[in-house]
Nanobody, 121 residues
Framework: QVRLVESGGGLVEAGGSLTLSCAAV????????MAWYRQAPGNQRELVAS???????NYADSVEGRFTISRDNAKNTVYLQMNNLKPEDTAVYYC???????????????WGKGTLVTVSS
């Protein structure tokens, strides 16, 4: 069983910063990719940033230049450094990971429970 444990959400004023973290815990062989998604009230869940096992990163246009995704592979943890936060960044942020449970097995998709980020104007 694999769980994604998120932390770091909270309330911040516009222009402020927050760092989210997500650790993959449990028994598995390796992690293929880790990513952050977000969902604001009334909106669909959207990709914020992703990081592959090869080190490639991808960002939504709305956060490019303000958010940075990084990974600590030794700790099976992904971080999202969020700077210059805007009220429109308010959402529940979800960690996502594609995990290989066994050698030569396919990847399995996991989601965290989400952490709320609220940016006040």
């Amino acid at each position: 069983q694999v769980r994604l444990v998120e932390s770091g959400g909270g309330l911040v004023e516009a222009g402020g910063s927050l760092t989210l973290s997500c650790a993959a815990v449990g028994s598995f062989d390796s992690i293929n990719s880790m990513a952050w998604y977000r969902q604001a009230p009334g909106n669909q869940r959207e990709l914020v940033a992703s990081s592959t096992s090869g080190g490639n990163t991808n960002y939504a246009d709305s956060v490019e230049g303000r958010f940075t995704i990084s990974r600590d592979n030794a700790k099976n943890t992904v971080y999202l450094q969020m700077n210059n936060l805007k009220p429109e960044d308010t959402a529940v942020y979800y960690c996502n990971s594609v995990v290989r449970l066994f050698i030569l097995s396919g990847g399995v998709n996991y989601w965290g429970k989400g952490t709320l980020v609220t940016v006040s104007s």
